[in-house]
């Protein structure tokens, strides 16, 4: 419901910035709109998606060597990319990190959760020498 009502406003302002309105409103109105989109995780195309269209919220997983910093890395990463992060501790000493989320968000999370503990392993290992 909340959502619904964040979105209508997303339109009222997008029609205030394409539409008639002097160039001081249209401005401002552009503005806030950006600040929104940002905000709430929306795309442009999306404020015209019919709801029924709309991208579904699953989850990806990735196995890694059970490290405590390394849930810091992925909870970190998850937020910033609008996901939400679990895991799970399997026998052999690994993790499985969960991403749950759009597909899109999910992607770029689990890309960069990869990247980053790959740059802090071989730093490690680099500085160890």
């Avoid at 619904?4 to 008639?20: D, H, Q, R, T």
């Avoid at 999306?46 to 709309?54: A, M, R």
């Avoid at 770029?108 to 290992?125: D, H, P, T, W």
Wanted: glycine share 4%; charged share 30%.
């Amino acid at each position: 419901m909340q959502n619904s009502k964040i979105i209508s406003k997303m339109k009222k302002l997008m029609a205030m910035a394409e539409g008639n309105a002097n160039e001081n409103e249209a401005m401002t109105a552009a503005r806030q709109l950006q600040v929104l989109l940002a905000k709430h995780n929306i795309s442009m195309s999306e404020l015209d998606t019919p709801e029924e269209e709309k991208e579904e919220i699953e989850s990806s997983y990735e196995s890694h060597k059970c490290r405590p910093w390394k849930r810091v890395v992925a909870m970190s990463v998850a937020k910033l990319y609008f996901c939400d992060m679990y895991f799970c501790r399997l026998g052999n000493g690994k993790s499985n990190y969960f991403f749950v989320g759009t597909e899109t968000n999910r992607t770029f999370a689990m890309q960069i959760f990869k990247l980053v503990v790959n740059s802090i392993e071989k730093e490690s290992r680099k500085q160890s020498k």
